[in-house]
């Protein structure tokens, strides 16, 4: 049944969120310097780097939109990148559920940040906060170009009507319509780009999200020529789209902490994939199926050096598997017996932040 707009998701009962939580501190899984006192008190914008895989790699997250304007002109009409102009900004869609995009792709966001800085990466933001500006969208694409980031990602959810819209579900990447007028960024994104697109694609489908329905995606992408970001960015971009926000069970998952967990999770796997060197082809030239061909079957899983993938796959299910325990101890147990190798590394990177972020409802 759709939620009302504007009705905040359900929460759980604050007894069965504090018996919640001490299970995970007890099983250490809450240990985290992005916490004090039980409560994320700030983020660093770009933390100190940490050992680990992705040392030396820097990623440049933009979680789409803003939450303020902020006293800034949305309609002030920018390069578009296809030698025209056009908004510098929107405010993004709002959920059935009622949760603004731009906060769903902050959470999301976060989530990454925070397993891709615990894997020693440095993480850029095109935003700092989820209260304030955050940059036109060339502005954007040019931090993302200055940043010296191997990979850009920019997170977003889509919407197709302001009222429920079931028919429609499914996450979509972005890729530009080439060429694009500019030589470097279409050098960028006409191959690596393309790459780290159908990676993260690939690796969204891996973690049972499933391709959009609609829009005419082709296996998860969608090409268009109208988005600025693709279209100015000269360092290799992934656009995501998540899910629709008017599907009321896509926009419960994506408001949920588990679902946004998942998510992230899924995200997490793409980029690392990427930046491991172990990503998709860049395929840029295949051509569309004939209607009512049969889809083309996903990539076969290639094998992968320095993290165990397995692990990290294994995440969204893990996850859904802690949501539905039926007891704290329960919880407990599934964590200790199932969590032992890399997923929970980055589940344990990715609770603390959904900790903060979700005011102290942790996704068990
Ligand atoms: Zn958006």
Known sequence: MPTEPGRPAPTPPMAATRARRSVLIASSLLASSA????LLVSMPADAA??????????VF????????????DLAKQVPDGRDGKKDCQTTGATAVTGK???TINWDVSQLVKKALEDKGAVVKMSRKDDTGWGGCVDERAAAASASGAQLAVSIHADSTSTGPDAAKSG???????????????????????????????????????????????????VERPDIAGLNL?????????????????EAAVLSSPQGATKYAAAITNGIVKYLDGDSAPA???????????????????EPSEGVDMTGLEGLGPLIDKITKAKSADEAQKILMTEGQDVSSDVLRSMLSVVYALFGGELPV
């Not at 916490?35 to 039980?38: D, E, R, T, V």
């Not at 960015?233 to 069970?249: H, K, Q």
Request: aromatic share 2%; no cysteine; glycine share 12%.
């Open 100 to 102: 603004a995009e731009h």
């Open 233 to 249: 960015t000269r360092v290799p971009l992934a656009f995501i789209e998540m899910g629709n926000l008017s599907d009321p069970a």
């Open 171 to 221: 996450f979509h990447m972005i890729v530009p319509t080439l060429p694009i007028p500019d030589k470097a960024v279409d050098a960028a994104q006409s191959t690596d780009g393309r790459k780290a697109s159908n990676t993260i694609r690939d690796s969204l489908k891996k973690g049972g999200l499933t391709p959009a329905n609609y829009l005419g995606a082709v296996d998860g992408i």
């Open 283 to 301: 395929n840029p030239t295949a051509p569309a199926p004939a209607p009512g061909a049969t889809p083309s079957e996903p990539a076969a899983p």
């Open 61 to 72: 997250l933009d979680p789409g939109h803003q939450g303020s304007a902020a006293g800034h």
């Open 35 to 38: 916490l004090a006192g039980g």
């Open 49 to 58: 780097p940490k050992a680990g895989s992705l040392t030396g790699k820097t």
